[in-house]
């Protein structure tokens, strides 16, 4: 057995209710050690091609990283992968929290999932052993009610459960999945695959610890030990620390990369009303964290004058809610928030696809007739609710926005896809491409569709006295390069990067640890790998394991029928923005196809199909799935 690992996956097939687990050996793990990597590798080989997303043939796979569950800070993430409902394509949605832990102790690396259950049903996990239980009196409720009532009826408060909510049970398309009320799986709409499968929840408990896996459990003790001391000494840690994401309101509507008004523009006039101090003094309860993480970024708010057992807005609610939209109530935000949680909505998706449906109103392309009389002008607070209530319950006009701008936009016809911004079907984060041209690049070419966590964004790599670039230099980025620039210098540092971000996934680390963004230095990484598998990894080696995991998800993409004319960026961004510092900026169209040929001929990509070329794929020890595309 590997260290570091439990070394089992379980097995469970929702149509016979059998349930086995098999055991990985070491050689196979070292090629995909967890995370993305082990998500990919099923999902390509055991998802029939062109299986329709809400089909019983689609395998839903939960992946937990390498490092998840062990003492150190932010080793808190595991993956749930799919054929995603939203993109037709790579399904993919990290989630930290203690969920991911608790699966580890309980004995297991991944579950994957086939069939769906005759009857609603949840999987109940207890240190390695599994059985289905009848969810029945589950369906429909509320996921407080589906968390305490597992709880009692297995007589153990310590419980951890993954659950969906009614959009993932209404198979809305961008259905998330939570643990603990609070902790998201939030994009692709991996909940509306549970929910076509009749999964409502899967429950957790175990007692083995992390250290009892690992090689040299004392340095890796150690080690987390040290790096939980390091997060005051590093700014951008400790900002996360004192503000949360919500602290990033003011910087970038300062940068003018704050989007609003779907994203016309860059910076919000009411952006006072929204930013970390109206955020502290009006609505903040508490700060709390995840599994053995000393950055402690996540928050607790107040939603009508009661403490909410549903987290509060992150950033990027914040933005889908607040200035993309036009409006500035912390409070309606967090109520927003706290709906979107009950029901399992992404929020950014839910945002941004009412700001589609705004300025579809806007221009008379739909009018009260079709919205339910409720007038969808950017700014108006009181259709924001109703609409949450409508996407979730897909009633009236909601059932055309529970599918998504891309698709409602292809209904409405006319200038609709015009205010879709979106990349293969999935919207964008809160991060404008107009300012940060890697993001954008990073948007197109991700296989989930538009994803914000793909690269390191280019302003921690512009400084070249910063933090963030000094410890990208030991990845291998060379040069500080400006936000808004591409080129080959620039698509070099996109490859390093990506690699990172994906090796990151792959571990089960949360993107507010390791540098370039935050304190945990790649050397420590590394020294934590090592210490917890003996197998004494180079910078090198784990930039091929990211590389491995991310042409995986290339790999099935292409099988779907995707191509280069997929990895593209919606004509907004080729189009000015219209206030703010950088007023007029736009991206240029050539210099981006340029850029993306650039960047396909560093990753050994066919420039014309997007395809990973069998020479790369044998370099990366996938010589098989060379063989799966060639047929």
Excluded at 87 to 100: I, K
Excluded at 247 to 261: C, D, S, Y
Excluded at 350 to 369: K, Q, R, S, V
Excluded at 606 to 626: I, M
Aim: glycine share 10%; aromatic share 8%.
């Amino acid at each position: 057995m590997p260290y570091g690992s439990t070394a089992r996956v379980l097995r469970v097939n929702l149509t016979t209710g059998a349930i086995t687990t098999e055991e990985l050996s070491e050689e196979f793990y070292r090629l995909y050690p967890g995370g993305k990597a082990l998500a990919g590798y099923y999902m390509l080989n055991e998802t029939p091609a062109h299986t329709h997303p809400f089909a019983p043939e689609n395998v839903l796979v939960v992946a937990n990283g390498l490092l998840t569950g062990s003492p150190v800070s932010t080793a808190t993430r595991y993956i749930v992968s799919a054929r995603s409902p939203l993109t037709n394509g790579y399904g993919e949605s990290e989630a930290g929290g203690f969920w991911g832990p608790e699966l580890k102790m309980a004995g297991l690396e991944a579950i994957v999932i086939t069939g769906a259950a005759p009857e609603p049903v949840y999987l109940w996990i207890q240190d390695g052993v599994a059985e289905l239980r009848s969810a029945a009196h589950l369906w429909g409720r509320d996921p407080l009610y589906v968390q305490t009532t597992i709880r009692q009826e297995l007589a153990d408060d310590k419980i951890r459960v993954m659950q969906i909510g009614l959009a993932g049970e209404k198979r809305v398309l961008y259905a998330n999945i939570t643990n603990d009320l609070r902790h998201f799986n939030g994009r692709n709409g991996l909940g509306a695959v549970m929910g076509s499968k009749n999964l409502r929840a899967i429950a957790v408990r175990g007692h083995q610890r992390y250290l009892s896996m690992a090689k040299d459990a004392a340095a890796l003790q150690a080690l987390g030990k040290k790096l939980s001391g390091e997060v005051p000494k590093h700014p951008n840690s400790w900002d996360l620390q004192v503000r949360g994401t919500p602290g990033l309101v003011e910087g970038l509507n300062a940068g003018g990369i704050l989007p609003t008004r779907n994203f016309r523009q860059g910076a919000f006039e009411q952006m006072d009303a929204i930013k970390w101090e109206t955020y502290e003094k009006e609505i903040l309860t508490a700060r709390r964290s995840c599994y053995a993480c000393a950055v402690r970024c996540k928050r607790e708010v107040a939603v009508d004058g009661r403490t909410s057992e549903y987290g509060g807005p992150e950033y990027e609610t914040i933005g889908a809610f607040g200035s993309n939209i036009g409006i500035g109530d912390i409070h309606l935000i967090a109520r927003a928030n706290e709906l979107c949680n009950i029901y399992g909505l992404d929020t950014i998706t839910t945002g941004m696809t009412i700001a589609f449906a705004m300025e579809c109103f806007e221009h008379e392309l739909i009018g009260l007739d079709d919205t339910d009389g409720l007038e969808l002008r950017f700014g108006n607070a009181e259709v924001v609710l109703p609409l949450i209530e409508k996407i979730a319950h897909r009633q009236g006009f909601g059932e055309l926005l529970a599918q998504g701008s891309k698709r409602a936009a292809e209904k409405i016809g006319r200038d609709a896809m015009s205010f879709t911004i979106q990349c293969k079907g999935q919207e964008f984060a809160m991060h404008e491409p107009r300012g940060k041209w890697n993001v954008g690049m990073g948007y197109a070419i991700s296989e989930i569709g538009a994803d914000h966590l793909v690269v390191v964004h280019d302003s921690m790599l512009s400084n070249p006295d910063s933090l963030p670039f000094k410890a990208a230099q030991v990845l291998g980025v060379q040069q500080a390069l400006p936000p808004r620039s591409w080129g080959q210098a620039k698509m070099e540092q996109f490859y390093i990067t990506e690699r990172w971000n994906s090796f990151e996934k792959v571990v089960g680390l949360c993107f507010f640890g390791p540098a370039p963004r935050s304190f945990i230095q790649p050397a420590d990484v590394l020294a934590a790998v090592n210490a917890a598998t003996g197998w004494e990894m180079t910078i090198a080696e784990v930039l091929a394991v990211g590389e491995r995991a991310t042409n995986m998800a290339r790999a099935f993409n292409n099988r779907e029928g995707f191509g280069r004319q997929e990895d593209s960026l919606p004509e907004r961004m080729y189009a000015p923005l219209e206030n703010g510092p950088l007023l007029g900026q736009s991206l240029p169209r050539a210099e981006f196809e340029e850029s993306l040929t650039l960047l396909y001929e560093l990753k050994g990509w066919d420039t014309q199909t997007s395809r990973p070329t069998r020479a790369r794929l044998e370099a990366l020890s996938l010589g098989w799935v060379a063989g799966l595309l060639e047929k």
